[in-house]
C-alpha cells in the first residue's frame, strides 16, 4: 500500500549535452535511511516536465532564459526539493555555506569547455525562479557526475534483480564465508566512482550512498596522464594533444574531441580505417586505464562506473561493457598486480582481490538508463529524508507535517 507510507514530490533540472531536463519525482521513503528511499521513477519519460535542446552551444542569455522556464514547470508541481545540476565546475557545493555572499555556492566557475556557464550564480537563479514555492535552504545545486554517481549507487541498490544469477551466486558464496548477508557484502562498503569520459572529464564518488564532497571541481581532467608507449603494436604516441592550456593533459587526450581530432590526423596520414580504429581503441583503453589507477590510488572505490560517449557508443561492438571495459579491465589487473620474487603474481591491495576473485568486474559500464538524473532525483530525496521533513499522508500532524 504505497498511499499509507510517507511521500514527496522532489524535481531536478539538469543539463546534458545541449540539453536542458527538467524532471520530478514522487518520492516514497522507507524509512529515514538513505539507502532505502525508493524514487517513484521508471526510466521512462513520464516524470520528465520539460526539455529543450540546443543545436548549438547555447549564449549565456539562451541558457538562463531555458533555465528559467525549465525551474517554472517544476514549480507547477509544488515540490519539496529541488536540485540543479551543472555541467562546469561550481565554487562551492557545501550547502552550509548558501546564502553566504562569499561562499560562491552554486556559481559556476569560468569554463572553457561550456562557455555559457562561465560565472552563473545558479542558486540565485533558482532562488528567485522558485520564490515562494521552495524553501531556499531546500534548492541544491551539485555537479553532474556527482549526482550521476548517487545515480548509480542508488539504481544498484534498486534493481539488484538486474544481477546476473552468476553474479549472485558468488555474491552468497562470499558473504556466507565471511558471516555477512549480501546487502552487506554489497553495499555496506560499497562506493560508486563514476568517471564521465564525453566532452569533458571528471568523476565523482558516492559512499555507502553519500556523496563524498570537497572542492566542487576535482580538476581530474587537467592531470596528465603518461604518453601511450605500445611498443607490442608498433605505435608510439606523438598526438600533441587538444587542451588549449595545458595540449597533453587527460582533457586533451581523452575527450570525444580530442579523439575526433586524433582521427583526423590519422586520415590525413593516409592509415586505413583498421589502423586507425585499432589505435583510437588502444588510445582510449589506455589513458582511461590511468584515470582508474589515479582513483584507486585516491578513493580506493569497490567499483568504477566508466560512462559518457567516449565508452558509451551503443551502436558499436564496443560499447557498454563491450571490448572497451573488458580491455580495460584486463589492462587494470595487470597494472594493479604484484609478481613477487618467486614469481607469484597477486594482487594489492586485498580490496581489489575481493573484487576480481568474486566475480564483479571491477570497471563497468553504466547500469542505469539515466544515472544524471536519477541521481538528482535520489539527492533531493536524500536531503528531504535527513532533515526529516518527511510528509505523512496517513498521520498528517505535528511535526511530521511540512504544512
Ligand atoms: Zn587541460
Not at 526510466?43 to 541558457?63: A, C, I, V
Not at 519539496?80 to 552554486?106: C, I, M, N, Q
Not at 569554463?111 to 531556499?136: K, Q, R, V
Not at 553474479?167 to 555477512?180: D, H
Amino acid at each position: 500500500m504505497p498511499n499509507s507510507q510517507p511521500q514527496q514530490i522532489v524535481a531536478c533540472v539538469v543539463y546534458t549535452d545541449r540539453m536542458i531536463e527538467a524532471s520530478a519525482a514522487q518520492v516514497i521513503h522507507n524509512s529515514k535511511k538513505i539507502d532505502h528511499i525508493e524514487l517513484g521513477w521508471s526510466g521512462d519519460d513520464s516524470t520528465r516536465l520539460y526539455r529543450k535542446t540546443f543545436p548549438t552551444p547555447p549564449k549565456q542569455d539562451e541558457l538562463v532564459e531555458a533555465l528559467r522556464e525549465a525551474m517554472s514547470e517544476v514549480c507547477k508541481k509544488r515540490p519539496a526539493s529541488l536540485v540543479l545540476a551543472s555541467p562546469s565546475p561550481l565554487k562551492s557545493t557545501a550547502p552550509s555555506e548558501r546564502g553566504f555572499d562569499s561562499s560562491g555556492y552554486g556559481v559556476t566557475e569560468a569554463s572553457g569547455l561550456f562557455p555559457a556557464w562561465s560565472g552563473l550564480d545558479l542558486y540565485a537563479l533558482a532562488c528567485d525562479a522558485c520564490a515562494s514555492i521552495i524553501d531556499p535552504m531546500d534548492i541544491h545545486v551539485q555537479l553532474d557526475v556527482a549526482l550521476a554517481s548517487l545515480g548509480e549507487y542508488h539504481w544498484r541498490l534498486n534493481h539488484k534483480e538486474l544481477t546476473s544469477e552468476t553474479t549472485r551466486q558468488k555474491q552468497k558464496l562470499y558473504a556466507a564465508r565471511v558471516g555477512r548477508s549480501v546487502d552487506q557484502v554489497i553495499f555496506d562498503e560499497h562506493s560508486v566512482s563514476y568517471v564521465k569520459l564525453s566532452s569533458d572529464i571528471n568523476a565523482a564518488l558516492t559512499q555507502q550512498g553519500v556523496l563524498f564532497e570537497g572542492k566542487g571541481n576535482p580538476y581530474l581532467s587537467m592531470l596528465h596522464p603518461h604518453r601511450c608507449n605500445i611498443i607490442d603494436h608498433g605505435f608510439n604516441d606523438d598526438f600533441e594533444g587538444d587542451c588549449s592550456l595545458h595540449n597533453d593533459c587527460f582533457g586533451g587526450m581523452l575527450t570525444q574531441r580530442a579523439l575526433k581530432r586524433r582521427v583526423e590526423i590519422y586520415r590525413s596520414d593516409g592509415l586505413s580505417m583498421n589502423e586507425i580504429a585499432l589505435r583510437k581503441a588502444l588510445v582510449i583503453v589506455e589513458y582511461a586505464v590511468q584515470l582508474c589507477e589515479i582513483l584507486v590510488a585516491a578513493h580506493r572505490p569497490s567499483l568504477i562506473v566508466l560512462d559518457g560517449r567516449v565508452v558509451n557508443d551503443r551502436d558499436s561492438e564496443m560499447g557498454p561493457d563491450g571490448l572497451l571495459i573488458s580491455a580495460i579491465n584486463d589492462q587494470l589487473y595487470k597494472r594493479l598486480a604484484v609478481i613477487d620474487a618467486d614469481g607469484n603474481v597477486s594482487l594489492k591491495p586485498s580490496y581489489i582481490q575481493h573484487n576480481f576473485d568474486e566475480g564483479f568486474r571491477f570497471v563497468q559500464a553504466a547500469s542505469c538508463p539515466n544515472p544524471l538524473t536519477y541521481g538528482a532525483l535520489a539527492h533531493a530525496a536524500n536531503i528531504i529524508a535527513a532533515a526529516g521533513k518527511i510528509v505523512n499522508l496517513r498521520k498528517r500532524s505535528g511535526k511530521q507535517s511540512m504544512e
